[in-house]
């Protein structure tokens, strides 16, 4: 019904910028708030940063400064700027929706999406 897929993800050096996109597409009638979390090997997934339908933002306090969450609501498109990348930023990023569907019974739900890898390493 509804597919979120992240991009962007990839290698890069400390000190380094990767953005991270997030698009979801399928059934859906309206996007609530969204969010990106991560989790490293061996790690609990962990909430990055979460903004709300009308653009409100919280971060973690490990990526307060360094990361920026933005939408894009026509698009329904959700990315992470992510500078002065450190090796403790590692892990899979994974993209959160809450999602009101279209389908014949309705509905709101959580979706997640598969993630992307980064990796920060010299």
């Known amino acids: 019904q509804v597919q979120l897929v992240e991009s962007g993800g990839g290698l890069v050096q400390p000190g380094g910028s990767l953005r991270l996109s997030c698009a979801a597409s399928g059934s859906i009638f309206s996007v609530y708030a969204m969010a990106w979390y991560r989790q490293a090997p061996g790690t609990q997934r962990e909430l990055v940063a979460h903004?709300?339908?009308?653009?409100?933002?919280n971060y973690a306090d490990s990526v307060k400064g360094r990361f920026t969450i933005s939408r894009d609501n026509a698009k329904n498109t959700l990315y992470l700027q992510m500078n002065s990348l450190k090796s403790e930023d590692t892990g899979l990023y994974y993209c959160?929706?809450?999602?009101?569907?279209?389908?014949?019974?309705?509905?709101?739900?959580?979706?997640w999406g598969q993630g992307t890898q980064v990796t920060v390493s010299s």
């Open positions: 959160y929706g809450d999602i009101e569907v279209t389908s014949f019974l309705g509905g709101r739900f959580g979706y």
């Open positions: 903004i709300t339908s009308g653009g409100t933002t």
